[in-house]
């Protein structure tokens, strides 16, 4: 992986400060939404017998390609989504949810 393709921020000796995560691993797709491209990449596996994850970052500006090997630092953000009630099977009970979707913002210059 000398290879990797950084974010100027990523690049060095960034010290990763709270609520801030390297990534590293291989790009699936790089698409454009709006003002925002969005990279999907798929890192190693922990071991043999696990799945490897994939993770979409979100970026004003494009810094990888396709299959491409990449390392970067993103900022962790979130919001908690609209409530929604369920009913439990068995029990009959109805529980409200608040769902919590989290994202992955990339470190820019």
Do not use: W
Not at 60 to 69: L, Q, S
Not at 82 to 95: A, C
């Amino acid at each position: 992986m000398s290879d990797v393709a950084t974010l100027p921020k990523a690049a060095g000796k960034h010290e990763v400060k709270p609520m801030e995560v390297t990534i590293v691993g291989k790009a699936l797709r790089v698409r454009r939404y709006e003002q925002f491209f969005y990279t999907a990449i798929i890192t190693p596996a922990a071991d043999l017998y696990s799945k490897p994850q994939v993770i979409e970052i979100r970026s004003k500006a494009r810094f990888c390609e396709k299959d491409e090997e990449v390392r970067v630092t993103a900022k962790i953000g979130g919001y908690e989504g609209k409530p929604y009630s369920v009913t439990d099977k068995e029990t009959g009970e109805r529980r409200q949810l608040v769902p919590v979707n989290l994202y992955l913002d990339a470190l820019e210059g």
